[in-house]
């Protein structure tokens, strides 16, 4: 994964407005972008994606999954970031990180009373 506008200034958390995302196999690149702070951003945007349940909804390998609008979970990316932490051993370790809003299906009865 490539990010632009990366910045050495704050080294633990670095927040992210694009991610680029490509293949070794196929050819083009897709970006997603995340642009949630009007103190930096002149429009904002959030993109919307399709990704792979999280377990225990899915516990398979990722190679497996069959791609499909019944099995992939559909939401909204609201941050992308990337952390760095320190393991128990005192290894740091970087991740990169995506929040994503998830949209659940609305079901009437349960909103019983609700206007």
Do not use: N
């Not at 005192?90 to 009865?109: N, S």
């Amino acid at each position: 994964m490539k990010y632009a506008h990366e910045s050495r200034l704050r080294p633990e958390i670095c927040v992210y407005s694009r991610l680029e995302k490509g293949h070794k196999d196929y050819s083009g690149r897709q970006f997603v972008y995340c642009k949630p702070f009007k103190e930096f951003h002149d429009d904002l945007r959030m993109d919307y994606v399709f990704f792979v349940p999280p377990p225990p909804f899915y516990t398979g390998r990722k190679r497996d999954f069959e791609v499909d609008l019944d099995t992939c979970w559909y939401g909204r990316v609201v941050l992308l970031f990337r952390i760095k932490v320190r393991s128990d051993s005192g290894q740091i370790w970087e991740c990169d990180c995506a929040m994503i809003d998830v949209l659940f299906d609305l079901k009437p009865a349960r909103c019983k009373g609700i206007t």
